[in-house]
């Protein structure tokens, strides 16, 4: 989102409203900034699903599979180590290293994910420039509207976005329009 | 008045309604959002002499820890009072205990965040600081305690030119497999939780290098409604995944003792009382550490009695599982007529040389945790501050006399011998709670150590849950 419009709100009440009125005009590319998780807010948006969970369990499996053929090959086959006569793929030995292993990268797959998904870190956004946006982390709670999204009408967002009960609406990224 | 919809009572039924209005309440902070978030990030930008001499004393005392270490690397173990058959001492002691303290704070913010329990939410940060801060501590004692800790790599399988590699059928690569991934995993979801903490404390910073300080470690956190999304699976995630951490890996621990022949380790009961062991001495250390800087912060409004009452109350359960603990091991020695263990447990450890640690472990577990049957004692802050200090010593003894005794005098009379430690050995522990508190120091002083985004999540969800019940 380079260039659009942000509201300010003062509840989420106001602020799920508002993004129902939008939607219902047809108007996408809805973003929330909040400070912190509120689920009637994340439902009104209609994000799609997180896909966080499919790379933590493609981690999960990627660490298992490397953390269990890891032993069985260096224990088995590169360095065949006989301890008291023990079979060389000794399984349930192996166990308690594939079960950290498949943790470790599931928790990596889940962090990773949740960073790149969210395009983190980033360096600078351009909402960050609309003036009170530190707010977003306090209490206030703030709708952006991207300019890029089909059905984006700055004019009749503005009006809609008024009329239910925006304090604030900064136009970031897009040119001036005269008084 | 008029009736809650049928999926809205099922949702919500009456015990959900009854956690929000009985006693004290979860969260009783006064005035707004903006108000609540200045004032938990109040104590970042508040400097003075208090903190410069704190930091100072444990930042030199840490100091002294490391110049301890470095001795015993210089010197060699000799220098500890292990001896032959003794050989895991006091290190092994400490390094379990410590390890075990970690664990109350991966239970608090992963085991209560799947519960639903919403009084976590003003503790998991503390909480989780002290299990990454009692990990560290830990994992000291398993490296100084090779002899050569420069060779403690060798435990990880790299491609060496010596062509070998770990022997995984040993319980040493799994525990370093499970401390690593412990500490790492603990780390994770630790920052995790603290991103939008530090983008609070980057739009609120007094001064510009400050800001820039917290923006690089906030990555650009925005609070975009995505990215609270992914926020939040990652984190259910990370709270999914630490849930088996809680277990699994005391219970790895336990088996470096447990698969060795010696009377009173070698026992399949092992993971299971260490866990709860462990989660047990971990509460108390949470206890330990929350309550003074709770009144020195002014905190009794967002750590409530409520949540002092709830932690004294799983002090007793995981202090009742582990005194049940006792009187199975003690059970099992008579009952399976093992020589060699029922001389280790009933005689050499209840009348030995060292039975003076096991009836002080006895008894203080007996008595600390059943004190919390009673109201008066789970909510007064200072008579809870002193029960966890107890708790936390008669877990370090129970960890000394199980490691001790049971090497001290084994199978053969003829290989029995006494452990004495030495003033390095205790130099060595001394030390371990500086380097502890200097960290702890630095948390409280540059880190969010309440959680304000969840706080403020809570308290939305109290006032949303107060509004509905009032409507009903």
């Not at chain 1, 409203?17 to 009104?44: F, M, Q, S, T």
């Not at chain 1, 928790?107 to 600078?124: C, T």
Request: with cysteine.
């Amino acid at each position: 989102m380079r260039s659009g419009l942000l509201a300010e709100f003062d509840r989420p009440e106001v602020l799920v409203e508002a993004i129902r009125a939008l939607r219902r005009e047809g108007i996408a590319g809805l973003d929330a900034h909040l400070p912190y998780p509120l689920h009637e807010v994340l439902d009104a948006l209609e994000l799609p699903p997180s896909r966080v969970p499919c790379y933590a369990l493609a981690g999960g499996i990627a660490g298992a599979c490397y953390a269990y053929l890891l032993q069985w090959w260096t224990n088995g086959f590169d360095y065949a180590l006989n301890v008291g006569g023990r079979p060389l793929g000794s399984v349930p030995a192996f166990i308690p290293p594939t079960f950290e292993g498949a943790v470790l990268l599931a928790a990596f797959g889940a962090v990773l994910s949740f960073l790149g998904l969210s395009k983190l870190p980033r360096l600078w956004n351009p909402v960050a420039e609309v003036p009170g946006f530190h707010r977003a982390t306090s209490d206030r709670f703030f709708l952006a509207v991207d300019a890029d999204a089909p059905g984006f009408d700055r004019t009749r967002a503005e009006s809609i976005l008024l009329a239910r009960g925006a304090l604030a609406i900064t136009a970031f990224g897009l040119p001036e329009v005269p008084p | 008045m008029r009736e809650p919809p049928l999926s809205d009572s099922y949702r919500y039924g009456p015990a959900y309604a009854k956690a929000f209005e009985d006693g004290t309440p979860v969260l009783a902070a006064p005035g707004s959002d903006a108000h609540l978030t200045e004032r938990l990030l109040s104590p970042l930008w508040r400097g003075g002499a208090f903190w410069k001499i704190a930091l100072v004393l444990t930042g030199g005392g840490a100091l002294f820890f490391f110049a301890t270490l470095l001795y015993t690397a210089l010197t060699g173990i000799g220098v500890w009072g292990n001896n032959i058959p003794v050989g895991w001492a006091f290190a092994i002691t400490n390094f379990v205990w410590w390890i075990g303290i970690g664990h109350a704070g991966t239970f608090i913010s992963a085991v209560l965040l799947l519960l639903e329990q919403n009084w976590r939410n003003s503790i998991n940060r503390l909480a989780e600081a002290m299990t990454l801060f009692a990990i560290i501590n830990a994992a000291v004692f398993p490296v100084i305690h090779l002899g050569r800790p420069w060779f403690a790599y060798w435990i990880f399988p790299y491609p060496s030119t010596m062509g070998v590699w770990p022997n995984f059928r040993s319980a040493l690569p799994w525990d370093a497999a499970a401390i690593s991934t412990y500490f790492t995993v603990s780390l994770l979801f630790w920052y995790v939780g603290l991103l939008p903490d530090l983008a609070a404390a980057r739009d609120h910073a007094p001064t510009p290098a400050k800001r820039r300080l917290y923006g690089i470690f906030a990555l650009g956190w925005r609070g975009s409604g995505r990215a609270w999304k992914n926020w939040q699976m990652a984190y259910l995630l990370l709270g999914g995944l630490a849930t088996p951490l809680v277990l699994s890996v005391h219970s790895v621990v336990s088996l470096d003792f447990a698969i060795t022949q010696l009377p009173g380790w070698h026992s399949t009961i092992f993971p299971p009382y260490f866990v709860a062991g462990a989660i047990y001495s971990g509460f108390a250390m949470v206890l330990t550490l929350m309550l003074p800087m709770r009144r020195l912060y002014r905190l009794e409004d967002v750590i409530t009695t409520r949540h002092l009452d709830a932690m004294a109350k799983l002090i007793l359960v995981t202090g009742t599982v582990v005194y049940y603990t006792y009187a199975v091991e003690l059970f099992v020695a008579w009952y399976t007529g093992n020589v060699f263990e029922s001389q280790l447990f009933l005689w050499i450890r209840l009348a030995g040389p060292y039975a003076w640690s096991v009836w002080l472990t006895f008894a203080l577990n007996f008595i600390v945790p059943n004190l919390m049957w009673f109201r008066a004692f789970r909510q007064r802050p200072v008579l809870l501050w002193i029960a966890s200090v107890l708790v936390n010593v008669a877990m370090w003894f129970e960890r000394f006399f199980l490691i001790i005794t049971s090497q001290a005098q084994d199978f053969l009379p003829s290989s029995w011998d006494m452990y004495k430690p030495t003033y390095v050995d205790g130099a060595i522990f001394l030390g371990t709670f500086f380097l502890f508190l200097f960290l702890f120091f630095l948390f409280l002083r540059f880190v969010p150590f309440i959680p304000i985004a969840e706080t403020k999540e809570l308290k939305h969800t109290l006032e949303a849950e107060r509004a509905r019940l009032g409507e009903r």
